[in-house]
């Protein structure tokens, strides 16, 4: 991941998960530990909102469901992390590529 899509997937996250300023992960390992780290207290006190906001950050329910197995290979925490860098990820690399004319003529529209 490069320091730009990194810097801006992490500007992503920071707000739905509450994440401190003073934490700017340098690597995406880094910004790994510090979801997964989050989203584990938020498994045990928030879970209601936890799956909302997974919800809201469109992360596939079809994904989550073998993350959240008791068989999954890794705890439930890291495995949710995982998706939801790797969907905001996906996100930010397609704001990058897809570039978009802007509207014209929008002096005729009626709001």
Do not use: C
Not at 3 to 19: K, M, V, Y
Not at 49 to 60: A, E, F, P, T
Not at 73 to 79: D, K, Q, R, T, W
Request: a negative charge; aromatic letters at 4%; hydrophobic letters at 40%.
């Amino acid at each position: 991941m490069t320091d730009n899509i990194l810097h801006q997937t992490t500007a992503i996250i920071r707000g739905p998960f509450e994440l401190e300023t003073s934490q700017e992960p340098d690597t995406e390992a880094a910004l790994l530990a510090i979801l997964t780290e989050r989203i584990d207290e938020m498994l045990e006190k928030r879970p209601e909102y936890l799956m909302s906001l997974l919800y809201r950050l469109d992360v596939l329910e079809e994904k989550i469901g073998p993350v959240m197995h008791p068989a999954a290979p890794e705890p439930p925490s890291l495995g949710l992390a995982r998706l939801v860098l790797e969907r905001q990820r996906q996100r930010v690399e397609t704001k990058l590529s897809v570039k978009t004319e802007p509207l014209k003529d929008m002096d005729d529209w009626v709001w």
